[in-house]
C-alpha cells in the first residue's frame, strides 16, 4: 500500500467516521456511581480465568517459541 | 484542545493534592480523591468516548478507569502528574472493553460532530467502512482511530498507550492495510 492509497483510506476513514473532539459535554456527574462502585465488593477471577492461565504457563513453557505470538496477541 | 491535558491547564491540581491522594491518612485520601475524580472526570470521558464511540458504555469506563486508579494509587508518581496516567489507565479500560465486545452488533448512535461529506463516498461505503473498522483488532483500532479520525498527535498517543511513536506508525499502517483488504473482499475499491 502507497502513500496515496493510505491517503485515501484515511480520508473514507474520516468520512465513516467523524471526529468526536474533546469538548463532549458529560451530561450527568458520575460520582454517585463512582461511589456505588467502590462500595462494591471486588470480584474473584472466576475459575475458568485460572484454568486459562495455568493453560497458557504451560504452553508458553512447552512451546517457548511461542511466547513471542502470545504477547502479540493478548 | 484534547481532553485530560486540556482540563489540567484549566485547573491544575496542587501539588498536595496529588500527594494526599498518593500518601495521605485515608481520610485525606477519600477527599483527594473525590477532588481529582470531580476535576478529570469530563476528561476522562471525553478520552474514553473518543475511543469506544458509545456515550453509555463511556460513562461505565469512566467509572471503571477511576476504580482502577483507586485501586493503584499507591503506584502513582506526583512529579509525572496525573493527567497522563489517568489517561494511559482509561486506554487500557477501553482496551479491555473493545476486546470483550461483539463486532457485529449494531453501531451507536451518531455522536460525532458534523461532517461535509464527501458526495464521492455514499452512505452505503460509509456504513460499510465503520462495519470493518469495527472488525479490526482493538489495538490496531485504537491507534487508527486516535491518529487518523481525530487527528491527534501521535507522540499523544504513543504516549496513552505506553508504545513508541514508530509503533503508532506501524499500527496505523496495519489498520489502514487491513481495513483496504476487508472492503476490497466487499467489493469496495477506495
Not at chain 1, 1 to 12: S, V
Not at chain 1, 31 to 50: C, G, K, S
Not at chain 2, 4 to 18: F, M, N, Q, S, V
Request: proline fraction near 7%; charge should be positive; include cysteine.
Amino acid at each position: 500500500m502507497n502513500e496515496n492509497d493510505q491517503d485515501r483510506m484515511k480520508k473514507l476513514l474520516q468520512q465513516a467516521l467523524p471526529r468526536v473532539g474533546g469538548e463532549t459535554e458529560l451530561e450527568r456527574d458520575l460520582w454517585p456511581a463512582m461511589l456505588r462502585r467502590l462500595d462494591q465488593r471486588p470480584e474473584a477471577p472466576p475459575w475458568f480465568d485460572w484454568a486459562l492461565l495455568v493453560g497458557l504457563v504451560g504452553f508458553a513453557a512447552a512451546l517457548p517459541a511461542s511466547v513471542p505470538v502470545l504477547l502479540y496477541y493478548l | 484542545m484534547n481532553g485530560i491535558a486540556e482540563t489540567a491547564e484549566d485547573g491544575r491540581e496542587g501539588p498536595k493534592e496529588l500527594l494526599a491522594f498518593r500518601q495521605g491518612s485515608p481520610e485525606n485520601f477519600e477527599d483527594a480523591f473525590e477532588t481529582l475524580f470531580r476535576k478529570h472526570q469530563r476528561a476522562v470521558y471525553c478520552w474514553i468516548l473518543r475511543i469506544v464511540r458509545d456515550p453509555a458504555a463511556a460513562e461505565d469506563l469512566t467509572v471503571e478507569t477511576f476504580w482502577r486508579i483507586h485501586r493503584a494509587h499507591a503506584r502513582f508518581d506526583p512529579s509525572r502528574g496525573f493527567e497522563g496516567w489517568a489517561r494511559r489507565i482509561a486506554t487500557h479500560a477501553a482496551f479491555d472493553w473493545l476486546r470483550t465486545r461483539r463486532t457485529e452488533c449494531e453501531l451507536p448512535a451518531d455522536i460525532s460532530a458534523p461532517i461535509i461529506a464527501d458526495p464521492a463516498i455514499t452512505e452505503e461505503i460509509r456504513r460499510k467502512t465503520a462495519l470493518a473498522f469495527r472488525r479490526l483488532p482493538p489495538k490496531l483500532r485504537i491507534a487508527a482511530v486516535l491518529a487518523v479520525v481525530e487527528e491527534l498527535p501521535q507522540k499523544e498517543v504513543a504516549e496513552a498507550l505506553g508504545i513508541s511513536v514508530a509503533a503508532i506508525k506501524l499500527r496505523v499502517f496495519r489498520a489502514l492495510r487491513l481495513l483496504r483488504k476487508d472492503l476490497a473482499s466487499q467489493g469496495i475499491r477506495p
